[in-house]
């Protein structure tokens, strides 16, 4: 069973930071790319950052870019999202998910439809 779980989310300052983790099982890790998606309150699912698996290669949100650093463990299976000075607009329900054949392009694909497989979320609140 394919299994991605997020974990690491909650309430933080403006200017703080925290780091998401998303622990995948149940498929080839090093055959997957990684991404971060992220759904504010009647917004629709944005790409926030993602990793891929053939060169780890790593792209971001231009409204990320400078703040927020994806990384991997393919020992562990695990990709993290490490967020540094968050903003208020940062708050949403961050989700990190899956896909095979990855192109650069999946990473702001609307809505993160492309992709395969989807942990359940989990909460950031920046409050200002």
């Known amino acids: 069973e394919v299994q991605l779980v997020e974990s690491g989310g909650g309430l933080v300052q403006a200017g703080g930071s925290l780091r998401l983790s998303c622990a995948a099982s149940?498929?080839?890790?090093?055959?997957?790319?990684i991404g971060w998606f992220r759904q504010a309150p009647g917004k629709e699912r944005e790409g926030v950052s993602c990793?891929?698996?053939?060169?780890?290669?790593?792209y971001y949100a231009d409204s990320v870019k400078g703040r927020f650093t994806i990384s991997s463990d393919n020992a562990k299976n695990t990709v993290y999202l490490q967020m540094n000075s968050l903003k208020p607009e940062d708050t949403a329900v961050y989700y990190c998910?899956?896909?095979?054949?990855?192109?650069?392009?999946?990473?702001?694909?609307?809505?993160?439809?492309?992709?395969?497989?989807w942990g359940q979320g989990t909460q950031v609140t920046v409050s200002s």
């Open positions: 998910a899956a896909i095979k054949f990855f192109i650069p392009e999946d990473c702001t694909v609307v809505g993160g439809r492309t992709w395969e497989y």
């Open positions: 990793i891929s698996s053939s060169d780890v290669s790593t």
């Open positions: 149940g498929f080839t890790f090093d055959d997957y790319a």
